[in-house]
């Protein structure tokens, strides 16, 4: 039976069961979160029940055998219950009944505990073998004109507003997904698609208002699910946003809090103070941590709090529920150490105990190399903290490639020293496989725009995300190199729509023939003809190169010192090396081969990897201004 069937997702457009039919529940009861379950689940259930003083009920469940109630918790508000529920190993899928009874009234909700699909708790994730493809759905393709607007949601649809909602959506998504595919990602992360009610700059989705419900602006849970079908499909891994620091005021639970201490409460507004070193500084005073732990993000993002066992227990499972009801591939864990980092480190640890080889990436947003190694789970932390955070976002090398790539200095420490300088701290980390590699997200300046819109400098980019450690993301139209419609407008200017993903656009850039055609970039400034056509299909060579390069995956690095604004690293295992050598200079270089004999004597069978033709090189290879050359070796 699937949830469906069952009526029993509770989202506007999702089930036709009707609970008033069964004693009048719909009358009582508002809420049950989660919305249902599965058999074999390690994780325990706790039912978020919500109703008109629904915290004076006693509660049963009915149905069948091995499903019971095992405790009953109330909360602040008399408008919640919270109800352990065990599952036995011999329970039978079905549709079961909370029987709800007070005095000589009773009702029932109906709740469908289903059968755990095969093989879902050791399903596989994403690792550095994959290449992320970052989305921002309300920009990217609008496949659904007719959820541009709903009557059931504040914000309604004005595509010439830089923070307003353009209408992109799941089904834009699903209508491209061989587009992302061609281009060499394995992998799509997309920026919440959650419910998000602000009556303002609802887009981004970071101020949830409802943790079970898809915004159907974007389209439904339903639609998530056959998306995430659909991805498979073409080979491609799903990764969820997710938010469990705060939560938007447009929330259901802000009318009626289950706990007064459901969120952080101040007597005033009071922001964090984002010190992040209070998590590890063993100077750090208490005031400090609880600012950074406590305050709010921005006034429109109550606080979540953790601490609260309730609030754990409640994002724990929402977790594992949407891994197992849409079948994702992976997490990314948005202002993680915003978080308390205890019950995070808990949280953590049960996604992973239902879910052994899932990947969860944070976002620890800090230049500080030991500070960001810290997060990492496993790492060897001197107060014995572990997070059991499988892979950290690296923001000290993407500052690297920032202030490295744009400049012609050859000043003592600028340029690809910078690079060099970044990744001499790899002794630092635990594991760097699981390190998120990305030279731009949809929180900071597109890449293009870094680098002055000067294209040879952004292939340089390309490659480097191909070619180096960890897991590489690039953020939607960085293989084309967007940049920002109007950088004053910060965020809301460098959120581009994505010509072609919308009826009536003058360029389509999905097409083959449309990127041919184009003759200007995303800002409106001129580009040469056929710009969009190789700029896409040199990063599509790289990256589809990069699928099958177990050297480049999990090989080992070994970098060379320059000061002349050039860099050069080998990517390396005992049977294959593969050699990148940067120029970023505005003159001619040739390639100190004979400095490299270290790891270079031996190498043979040399092909250049961009023009698929045999390279041998020397002392006497010259690069151009501005270049990259990447060479692929047998050892």
């Not at 055998?65 to 008399?78: C, I």
């Not at 009944?97 to 708790?121: L, M, N, Q």
């Not at 990314?332 to 996604?351: F, H, I, L, Q």
Request: glycine share 10%; net charge negative; proline share 5%.
């Amino acid at each position: 039976m699937t949830i469906a069937a069952a009526g029993l997702v509770s989202c506007a457009g999702e089930a036709d069961f009707d609970p008033s039919g069964t004693a009048d529940a719909g009358d009582k009861v508002e809420r049950v979160e989660p919305l249902s379950w599965w058999t074999g689940m390690k994780t325990p259930l706790q039912l978020l029940i919500k109703g008109s003083d629904i915290s004076s009920c006693d509660v049963r469940i009915e149905g069948g055998t091995g499903v019971k109630v095992s405790g009953l918790h109330k909360g602040d508000s008399p408008d919640y219950l919270f109800a352990d529920v065990e599952i036995s190993a011999d329970a039978a899928p079905g549709t079961y009944y909370i029987v709800f009874s007070h005095d000589s009234t009773e009702f029932k909700y109906p709740y469908e505990i289903a059968a755990r699909a095969e093989g879902s708790a050791s399903r596989k994730s994403f690792t550095a073998a994959d290449m992320i493809y970052l989305i921002m759905p309300d920009r990217f393709a609008n496949g659904d004109p007719s959820n541009d607007s709903t009557p059931d949601t504040a914000e309604k649809a004005c595509r010439d507003e830089f923070f307003g909602r353009h209408g992109g959506d799941i089904q834009g998504i699903m209508d491209h997904l061989d587009y992302i595919a061609d281009l060499g990602a394995t992998a799509i992360w997309c920026t919440p698609l959650l419910l998000d009610n602000e009556p303002e700059g609802s887009y981004h989705g970071y101020a949830c208002s409802d943790y079970y419900r898809i915004d159907p602006r974007f389209g439904s849970n339903s639609l998530y699910r056959d998306f995430v079908d659909k991805a498979h499909e073409k080979g491609l891994k799903v990764i969820m946003d997710v938010v469990t620091n705060h939560c938007g005021t447009a929330h259901w639970w802000m009318e009626d809090l289950p706990f007064r201490d459901w969120i952080h409460v101040f007597p005033e507004y009071t922001g964090t103070n984002v010190c992040f070193s209070t998590n590890m500084d063993p100077n750090a005073s208490k005031y400090d941590l609880n600012l950074q732990e406590s305050g709010w993000f921005v006034p429109s993002m109550p606080d979540m709090n953790l601490d609260n066992p309730f609030v754990l227990n409640y994002f724990k499972q929402w977790a594992v529920w949407w891994i197992e009801y849409a079948g994702l591939d992976g997490f990314r864990v948005d202002t993680y150490p915003y978080n308390e980092k205890g019950p995070m480190s808990g949280w953590c640890e049960a996604v992973l105990e239902e879910y052994p080889d899932f990947n969860i990436v944070g976002e620890c947003w800090t230049s500080s190399i030991p500070q960001l190694a810290y997060w990492q789970g496993g790492n060897a932390n001197r107060d014995g903290f572990d997070s059991h955070l499988p892979s950290i976002m690296d923001f000290p090398l993407q500052e690297a490639i920032w202030k490295g790539l744009p400049t012609d200095s050859h000043a003592w420490g600028e340029g690809m020293v910078r690079i060099y300088d970044c990744l001499s701290h790899d002794f630092v980390y635990h594991d760097l496989s699981r390190m998120m590699i990305f030279p731009g997200n949809h929180d900071t300046d597109r890449i293009g725009d870094v680098l002055k819109h000067n294209a040879d400098r952004h292939r340089i980019v390309m490659a480097m995300m191909a070619t180096m450690r960890g897991i590489p993301q690039i953020f939607y139209g960085d293989e084309m190199m967007f940049v920002s419609r109007d950088r004053s407008q910060g965020h809301g200017g460098l959120r581009v729509d994505f010509p072609g993903g919308w009826a009536g656009d003058g360029m389509d850039l999905f097409s083959e023939e449309g990127r041919a055609a184009a003759t200007v970039n995303t800002d409106g400034q001129p580009v040469p003809a056929g710009f969009a056509v190789d700029m896409h299909d040199y990063v599509k060579k790289l990256f589809r190169w990069r699928k099958d390069k177990k050297v480049i995956h999990e090989g080992r690095t070994m970098h060379f010192l320059t000061r002349d604004n050039t860099y050069a690293y080998f990517r390396y295992d005992g049977t294959d090396a593969v050699f990148v050598f940067i120029n970023n200079s505005r003159g001619k270089k040739n390639i100190p081969w004979s400095h490299y004999a270290e790891i270079a004597s031996g190498l043979h069978d040399g092909r250049n990897v961009v023009t698929g033709e045999p390279a041998e090189v020397s002392d006497s290879t010259v690069v151009g201004p501005r270049q990259v050359l990447i060479v692929e070796y047998k050892r």
